[in-house]
C-alpha cells in the first residue's frame, strides 16, 4: 500500500456539497480516507476572473497503478459534471489532483508525481500541512511545512466556517 494524498478543489455550483460528493466517491472506489484537512476557501490561481475556490486534502492508501488512479479520478470528476475546456486554471465544479503517491516520482504526458507546482501554491500547501506536516516532498527533500515557509504566493488561504460533511 502506497501513501496517497490528493487535493480536492471546487469554485462552481454548491462548492461544499461538491467536495463532500467527491469525498464520498473516493471513499468507496479508491478507499476509505484515512485523514482529511480543513476546508480552505482560496483565491483562484493563475486567473482572478472567477469566484473563490474552496480546497482540501486527503491522505488515502492505495495498491492501485498510480495511471490507473488517474483514471479513477478523472472519472469521479466527470460524473460529478466536470468538463474540460482546454483552458488551464478555469472555474470548475470540481478538480481531483493526485500530490503524492508514496514516494514514487513520475513524469509523463499524462501523470507527473509529485504535483509539479505544489510548492508554489499556498491553497495545496496549507491544507496539506494541516494533515501531513512532516511529508518530504521525494524530489527536493524539504517537508510540506517548509515549502509553506519558504512559499512565494501570497494569496489569500482561509479556513471556511462551514464543516464538509462525508461518510
Same mark, same amino acid.
Given at each position: 500500500?502506497?501513501?496517497?494524498?490528493?487535493?480536492?478543489?471546487?469554485?462552481?455550483?454548491?462548492?461544499?456539497?461538491?467536495?463532500?460528493?467527491?469525498?464520498?466517491?473516493?471513499?468507496?472506489?479508491?478507499?476509505?480516507?484515512?485523514?482529511? /484537512?480543513?476546508?480552505?476557501? =482560496?483565491?483562484?490561481?493563475?486567473?482572478?476572473?472567477?469566484?473563490? *475556490?474552496?480546497?482540501?486534502?486527503?491522505?488515502? /492508501?492505495?495498491?492501485?497503478?498510480? *495511471?490507473?488512479?488517474?483514471?479513477?479520478?478523472?472519472?469521479?470528476?466527470?460524473?460529478?459534471?466536470?468538463?474540460?475546456?482546454?483552458?488551464?486554471?478555469?472555474?470548475?465544479?470540481?478538480?481531483?489532483?493526485?500530490? *503524492?503517491?508514496?514516494?514514487?516520482?513520475? /513524469?509523463?504526458?499524462?501523470?507527473?508525481?509529485?504535483?509539479?507546482?505544489?510548492? *508554489?501554491?499556498?491553497?495545496?500547501?496549507?491544507?496539506?500541512?494541516?494533515?501531513?506536516?512532516?511529508?518530504?516532498?521525494?524530489?527536493?527533500?524539504?517537508?510540506?511545512?517548509?515549502?509553506?515557509?519558504?512559499?512565494?504566493?501570497?494569496?489569500?488561504?482561509?479556513?471556511?466556517? =462551514?464543516?464538509?460533511?462525508?461518510?
Amino acid at each position: 500500500m502506497k501513501a496517497l494524498y490528493l487535493l480536492l478543489g471546487s469554485n462552481l455550483g454548491d462548492r461544499s456539497q461538491n467536495i463532500a460528493k467527491a469525498v464520498e466517491l473516493i471513499s468507496s472506489e479508491i478507499g476509505p480516507v484515512m485523514r482529511a /484537512s480543513s476546508c480552505y476557501e =482560496t483565491e483562484p490561481w493563475g486567473n482572478n476572473n472567477q469566484g473563490l *475556490f474552496l480546497n482540501m486534502a486527503l491522505h488515502l /492508501s492505495s495498491k492501485e497503478d498510480p *495511471f490507473h488512479l488517474l483514471g479513477k479520478l478523472l472519472s469521479i470528476e466527470q460524473r460529478l459534471g466536470r468538463t474540460r475546456n482546454g483552458e488551464q486554471n478555469s472555474a470548475r465544479i470540481i478538480d481531483i489532483d493526485i500530490l *503524492f503517491y508514496g514516494d514514487h516520482i513520475i /513524469s509523463s504526458e499524462k501523470l507527473i508525481i509529485p504535483h509539479p507546482r505544489l510548492q *508554489f501554491r499556498r491553497f495545496v500547501l496549507v491544507p496539506m500541512n494541516e494533515i501531513a506536516p512532516d511529508l518530504l516532498h521525494p524530489v527536493s527533500g524539504f517537508s510540506i511545512g517548509e515549502l509553506l515557509g519558504t512559499c512565494p504566493d501570497m494569496l489569500n488561504v482561509s479556513l471556511f466556517d =462551514t464543516v464538509v460533511n462525508f461518510s
